[in-house]
């Protein structure tokens, strides 16, 4: 299966925004899920954030709710991660996920993008 694409990482300053894409090919089944993680070096991988393709549930975790907020584009199969207020902390490489749970557990999803670098620093 082809995997998935995941773009837009870059270098930022602390409170900047930055938005990661996650290119999916082929079709999206309406009850499919798209996940964000990261991961910063020596960590286990860190749940962000993920919805339902068809029906908009999301799930958030508690350290970016109010910043991050995943979103789609449907003609373009692409799921999209808008992050606001940066922080240092959210310096991980982000990887984006394929699934059919609506979980925060990695090992739910089966898709993986090859992840973005995203950096916050001053």
């Given at each position: 299966?082809?995997?998935?694409?995941?773009?837009g990482?870059?270098?930022?300053?602390?409170g900047?925004?930055?938005?990661?894409?996650?290119?999916?090919?082929?079709?999206?089944?309406?009850?499919?899920?798209?996940?964000?993680?990261?991961?910063?070096h020596?960590?286990e991988?860190?749940?962000?954030a993920?919805?339902?393709?068809?029906?908009g549930?999301?799930?958030?975790?508690?350290?970016?709710?109010?910043?991050f907020?995943v979103?789609?584009?449907?003609?373009?199969?692409?799921?999209?991660?808008?992050?606001?207020d940066?922080?240092?902390?959210?310096t991980?490489?982000?990887?984006?996920?394929?699934g059919?749970?609506?979980?925060?557990?990695?090992?739910?999803?089966?898709?993986?993008g090859?992840?973005?670098?995203?950096?916050?620093?001053s």
């Open positions: 299966q082809a995997q998935l694409v995941g773009s990482g870059g270098s930022v300053q602390p900047g925004s930055l938005r990661l894409s996650c290119a999916a090919p082929g079709r999206i089944f309406s009850s499919a899920v798209m996940a964000w993680f990261r991961q910063v020596g960590k991988r860190e749940f962000v993920a919805f339902r393709w068809g029906v549930r999301t799930l958030y975790a508690d350290s970016v709710k109010g910043r907020t979103s789609r584009v449907d003609a373009a199969n692409v799921a999209k991660l808008q992050m606001n940066l922080k240092s902390q959210d991980a490489v982000y990887y984006c996920a394929r059919v749970a609506l979980s925060s557990t990695p090992y739910r999803y089966r898709g993986w090859q992840g973005t670098q995203v950096t916050v620093s």
